[in-house]
């Protein structure tokens, strides 16, 4: 009987993995639609297939076990030296001219600004995204790979950065995050929060 199964992403994933954006957050997010255009599914491909392959990086999949490679959950968590600054890949792999830049610059220079502030001198982890499909939403996928990546962070002793809209804040408060500050980003001022999860 087929089962939802956390993994760590591969290689065959990632034609699934490009399309997952357009198809979590396209049908309710009309910023989402605007900013990450269902065109730019390569880039998404592209990005995870350098991110797959860096020791630095979890890329946590969820699947049904019968269909592995139909990804339909994400999150990954990128692990930052004590004194990295940036935005990991969000800052050495931009996304494509379709995509909106200057909402995509506000919202990493916001993450650069509020992780440097809170996280600097000290090992980390980010959640760099997150998504589950929104077909699949309310069975409890996201809860898995939120746990999932809980428990490698208690394992390794490191605190959770994440910068998520006001929409995930009761999710991630859920799982012990707390929020240190939050932001209405131009030009559209959709409010981000920056949340903090301190290792177990």
């Known amino acids: 009987m087929s089962h939802a199964v956390v993994e760590l992403a591969q290689a065959p994933d990632l034609p699934s993995i490009g399309t997952l954006h357009a198809r979590a957050y396209h049908p309710t997010r009309e910023w989402h639609r605007r900013i990450f255009p269902t065109s730019v599914a390569p880039w998404w491909e592209y990005k995870y297939s350098l991110d797959i392959a860096d020791p630095n990086n979890y890329v946590l999949k969820i699947s049904f076990s019968d ?30 001219p379709e995509a909106d830049r200057e909402a995509v610059d506000t919202m990493v220079k916001a993450m650069i600004e509020h992780r440097e502030r809170y996280m600097l001198g000290r090992v980390h982890l980010c959640i760099d995204h997150f998504g589950v499909d929104d077909a699949y939403q309310g069975r409890g996928m996201g809860k898995t790979l939120m746990a999932k990546a809980c428990e490698i962070a208690d394992a390794e002793g490191l605190d959770i950065f994440v910068e998520a809209n006001e929409f995930a804040e009761s999710f991630y408060k859920s799982f012990g995050f707390e929020e240190e500050d939050r932001l209405a980003l131009p030009p559209d001022g959709v409010t981000q929060c920056f949340l903090i999860r301190r290792a177990r």
Request: with cysteine.
């Open 67 to 96: 269909t592995p490679t139909t990804v339909l959950g994400l999150l990954s968590l990128r692990k930052y030296a004590a004194n990295e600054k940036g935005a990991g890949r969000w800052t050495s792999c931009l996304p494509p």
